[in-house]
């Protein structure tokens, strides 16, 4: 397709997505809080399953316990560097409040869990296209399912709520856009029409492993750049204890 072509669809929101990078390193500068606000509200208008919005968001500014977090999240800088942090929970606590007063149980499941978890990437989302669209910088957080009781005693969380994800929120210290952008996988290994591609991914695995070598400088290591690294993280389950841990939390997978 043409350059002419796809500038025809493009809008503002397809721009801030288009430019989206992971910003880990932060200037000392506050966000305001008419611009978090209007941030937050903004992506509360995000798609959620019957409207059940089962998903809750958590704002942490305090220096203390943003320095706790970035210790069970494994000791991530950028969130004691960021002006704030987010939290993005499942929260299944208030269903129950609502079912309780019309008299009935709220019968916890997979599907429940899987809802709250869904509501709550969803909005996340929502909330850092929001915020590049301001200028600001941000990163998702999966580390903080290392310690999901830890967190949610720090954080106070009732029983049914779990942080999904968290995000370092702050201004950049250099301009969103203004380094190359990581490649991603390519859009026909990506994106299928009408059935699941059945051709055989290895020829564009191999030279998307090529591409992201090169962004990294890597040029003699291309095996390693995505699938090398794929292959040794997923070798065994990634957080055996979670399952457990959400269970006693008040969540089900059955």
């Known amino acids: ?39 937050l509200n903004a992506a509360r208008r995000s798609p959620t ?14 220096p203390e316990t943003r320095r706790k977090l970035a210790e069970l999240a494994g000791n ?20 129950g409040i609502a079912s309780e007063m019309h008299g009935q149980p709220l019968a916890k499941s997979l599907e429940s869990t899987l809802v709250a978890t869904v509501d709550a990437a969803l909005v996340g989302m929502s909330v850092q296209t929001a915020a590049e ?12 399912r290392n310690h999901p009781q830890e967190v949610a005693d720090l954080l106070g ?15 950049p210290q250099e301009e969103l856009g203004a380094k ?10 990506v994106i299928h029409h009408e059935q699941y591609s059945q051709d055989d991914p290895r020829p564009l695995i191999e030279a998307y492993d090529a591409d992201l070598a090169a962004f990294y ?31 006693v939390m008040g969540f089900h997978f059955d």
């Open 76 to 95: 991530q800088d950028h969130i004691e560097q960021c002006d704030l942090f987010i939290g993005f929970l499942a929260d299944l606590n208030r269903l």
């Open 49 to 62: 399953s019957s409207n059940m919005q089962t998903y809750s968001i958590i704002v942490v500014r305090s």
């Open 133 to 144: 669209s301001f200028g600001l910088g941000a990163v998702m957080i999966g580390g903080m």
């Open 1 to 39: 397709m043409s350059r002419e072509k796809i500038d025809l669809y493009e809008t503002a929101v397809t721009e801030t997505l288009n430019q989206h990078a992971s910003v880990r390193a932060f200037i000392d500068k506050p966000v305001p809080d008419e611009m978090l606000n209007a941030i």
């Open 180 to 189: 190359p952008l990581k490649p991603r996988l390519p859009e026909s290994l």
């Open 157 to 171: 969380f009732s029983p049914g709520v779990y942080m999904v994800f968290g995000m370092s929120m702050g201004w």
């Open 217 to 247: 400088g890597q040029r003699n290591q291309h095996t390693a750049a995505w699938s090398g690294p794929i292959a040794k993280r997923l070798q065994k389950p990634s957080r055996p204890h979670l399952r457990r841990a959400l269970e």
